[in-house]
């Protein structure tokens, strides 16, 4: 599988950003797939609860990114 990985900011060595900015990665599409979108944030529940109090809607649950 052809993937890139890209960062635009540093991180510690658990992972997390150590300023704002947006690090990922980028492949080249295999078959029919649809774009995902992967967000971290310190709690899901709670972000969802924002989401949704904002009229925002939850249509995937939450689930582990290996």
Known sequence: MEYWVIETVPQDKKG???RPGVNGGIGKRQRD???LNCISV????EYSKRIEKLGGKI??????IP
């Open 42 to 45: 310190e709690s899901v529940d």
């Open 33 to 35: 797939e649809k774009p």
């Open 16 to 18: 997390r950003l150590l």
């Open 59 to 64: 249509t995937v649950p939450k689930q582990e």
